[in-house]
């Protein structure tokens, strides 16, 4: 389980230059200290997904390697390719928004 604690930190350390906040990342850090990894990744996933942070598809992946050494079922976390910035994926902030604008031309 030490590289699932080193993985797990290093998700953390990424989460954290991606913007979450402090208050979640020291969640997630006090959980791993204790052993609960799965906490941990969920802690994180959820307040990324909740705060609309952009990820990328090299971090989607190293979340389908926690998740797969988790022994998680994809679906549990598959939600977070919504965030995906790349050239090929339209960002769940920006799809929200353009629902909005679509809504208000119907009126």
Do not use: C, W
């Not at 590289?3 to 953390?12: C, F, V």
């Not at 996933?45 to 090299?58: C, K, R, S, V």
């Not at 992946?61 to 995906?84: A, H, P, R």
Request: negative net charge; without cysteine; proline residues 1%.
């Amino acid at each position: 389980m030490n590289k699932l604690n080193d993985t797990l930190n290093r998700l953390i350390e990424i989460s954290k230059v991606l913007g979450l906040n402090d208050i979640d990342l020291n969640s997630a850090r006090e959980y791993v200290m204790h052993n609960e990894y799965g906490l941990s990744f969920d802690t994180l996933i959820t307040q990324l997904y909740e705060y609309d942070i952009e990820i990328n598809i090299e971090f989607y992946e190293l979340l389908v390697q926690i998740g797969k050494v988790l022994n998680l079922d994809e679906n549990s976390y598959s939600f977070m390719k919504e965030l995906i910035r790349d050239g090929k994926t339209i960002p769940k902030t920006v799809k929200d928004e353009l629902s909005i604008v679509i809504t208000s031309l119907k009126k």
